[in-house]
């Protein structure tokens, strides 16, 4: 089969001829439709995130047909439309028997860890392969099972209620499935902290109060626009030190802050009047849970949340295409996701 691959760190991915994957029981083996280009890719090809074993094929977003089903399998068969979980956990550590599995002790992702969907062919265990609705395309299908996930998962960390103000940092991919998910969640006023115009003028269109970080300090124009008191929820997206601190400052009481950004930096906190007269939360959110999609695709399949075709560009199977929007994801964090048709999916 094709696939595309990164077999040096730093240099472009390589078309490849590789065998189809042979499946055991538990498994099933997937004809990709469609594969997400995600921005931990481009730091994947980049060595900024680390990668152990090369050759691999790239892709931790996907969706498909199933093509071929192990015996041990009984929830899918031949001919099922399917998305993918993109951690493969054991099932048998105490994090996997407690619903936990981004805590697995041999946990794996998709793409990462083992070979993901740049390719024609995927094989994943059985309890990674969903069913996908026949209302969602296999485009989004693909997309949604990253930053759609991760962006639920925050809210759910947050423990976002029906009513609560929210404000979300970074109107990236994260953002705007934040954006949607937080009024599926029945949310209060949004303010959107963004330094982008485009992106403050579409957050707006959306319903959210733009909050423009370069014309005053985001936390102020927050605290104006709430009668001083604050927000009940902040999410972090972005990933920097300033902006997570920002996430914190602008928290009213029992509020919390969710951090998904990534960063190295040291973030500062006086623990008195930022947190404990407060009792505010500051809270960790990684990757999201398989107990998570069924209600995330359901809320796609009823147009709750919705990813319009101007959100979407696609490429075909193709190095030359693919290396090139991992070069565009380095220069740009806009919320216009890259999908990969493969061409012998259906
Ligand atoms: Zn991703
Ligand atoms: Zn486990």
């Given at each position: 089969m094709r696939a595309v691959r990164l077999v040096q760190v730093g240099k472009p991915l390589e078309e490849a001829d590789i065998p189809i994957p042979e499946i055991g029981s538990s498994?099933?083996?997937?004809?990709?439709?469609?594969?997400g280009i995600c921005h931990s890719d481009a730091h994947y090809r980049a060595g900024i995130s680390k990668i152990d074993c090369l050759p691999l094929t790239l892709g931790h977003e996907v969706a498909g047909r199933v093509e071929e089903v192990g015996g041990d399998v009984t929830h899918l068969s031949a001919g099922d439309r399917v998305c993918v979980h993109y951690l493969v956990s054991c099932g048998r550590c105490e994090f996997c028997v407690r619903g936990l599995e981004q805590f697995c002790r041999s946990g794996q992702m998709i793409g990462k860890h083992r070979d993901g969907g740049y390719a024609e062919f995927i094989k994943v265990p059985g309890a990674n392969a969903f069913p996908l609705p026949n209302e969602i395309p296999f485009e989004v299908g693909a997309m949604m099972m990253c930053s759609s996930a991760t962006a639920l998962h925050a809210l759910n960390k947050a423990r976002f209620k029906a009513g609560e103000s929210?404000?979300?940092?970074?109107?990236?991919?994260?953002?705007?499935?934040?954006?949607?998910?937080?009024?599926?969640?029945?949310?209060g006023e949004v303010y959107m902290v963004e330094i982008n115009p485009a992106k403050l003028a579409l957050a707006a269109s959306m319903?959210?109060?733009?909050?423009?970080?370069?014309?005053?300090?985001?936390?102020?124009?927050?605290?104006?626009?709430?009668?001083?008191?604050?927000?009940d929820v902040a999410l972090e997206l972005i990933g920097s030190a300033k902006t997570m601190r920002q996430a914190v400052l602008c928290l009213?009481?029992?509020?919390?802050?969710?951090?998904?950004?990534?960063?190295?930096?040291?973030?500062?906190?006086?623990?008195?009047?930022?947190?404990?007269?407060?009792?505010?939360?500051?809270?960790?959110?990684?990757?999201?849970?398989?107990?998570?999609?069924p209600v995330l695709i359901e809320f796609v399949r009823s147009g709750k949340l919705r990813f319009p075709q101007e959100t979407l560009r696609f490429v075909n199977l193709d190095a030359v295409q693919i290396n090139a929007a991992l070069d565009a994801l380095h220069h740009s964090t806009d919320h216009v996701r890259t999908v990969i048709r493969v061409a012998s999916g259906v």
């Open positions: 498994d099933v083996l997937i004809r990709i439709a469609a594969a929210i404000a979300i940092l970074g109107f990236g991919g994260l953002g705007f499935s934040a954006l949607q998910l937080a009024r599926v969640f029945g949310c319903g959210a109060v733009a909050i423009d970080a370069r014309s005053a300090d985001p936390v102020d124009q927050i605290k104006e626009a709430t009668g001083g008191k604050g927000v009213g009481p029992l509020g919390r802050a969710a951090l998904v950004g990534l960063t190295a930096e040291s973030m500062s906190v006086r623990p008195y009047t930022e947190l404990i007269s407060k009792e505010a939360e500051i809270v960790g959110v990684s990757d999201h849970l398989a107990t998570e999609l």
